[in-house]
């Protein structure tokens, strides 16, 4: 079993930034690949972000060239930043740990809020 808790959410203005810290525990993450995944009100969940085990990295159209994922492994710990904020990145942001396909984790953490003020 892994254990996921966000952190870092916030209130932010557009165009500011936020970071957000998945802590992973329960066993090491360094086999897994780390997604993050976000909900807004009265929207699906949707894919954001993704570092897998080698370190290749894969983001949604929408947050390309602002959001940077990375993992450090030592630590047991992925990282979301977001550069740039839009009021539309506004949601509930989740850490995910996927074994084999990154569209599907088999862990979840229980998500933070994140809120952009136009």
């Known amino acids: 079993q892994v254990q996921l808790v966000e952190s870092g959410g916030g209130l932010a203005q557009a165009g500011g930034s936020l970071r957000l810290s998945c802590a992973a525990s329960g066993r090491s993450i360094s086999t897994y690949a780390m997604d993050w995944f976000r909900q807004a009100p009265g929207k699906e969940r949707e894919f954001v972000a993704a570092v897998r085990s080698g370190g290749t990295t894969s983001y949604t159209n929408s947050v390309k060239g602002r959001f940077t994922i990375s993992r450090d492994n030592a630590k047991n710990t992925v990282y979301l930043q977001m550069n740039t904020l839009k009021p539309e990145d506004t949601a509930v942001y989740y850490c995910?740990?996927?074994?084999?396909?990154?569209?599907?984790?088999?862990?979840w953490g229980q998500g933070t809020q994140v809120t952009v003020s136009s």
């Open positions: 995910a740990a996927a074994r084999v396909s990154i569209m599907q984790p088999d862990y």
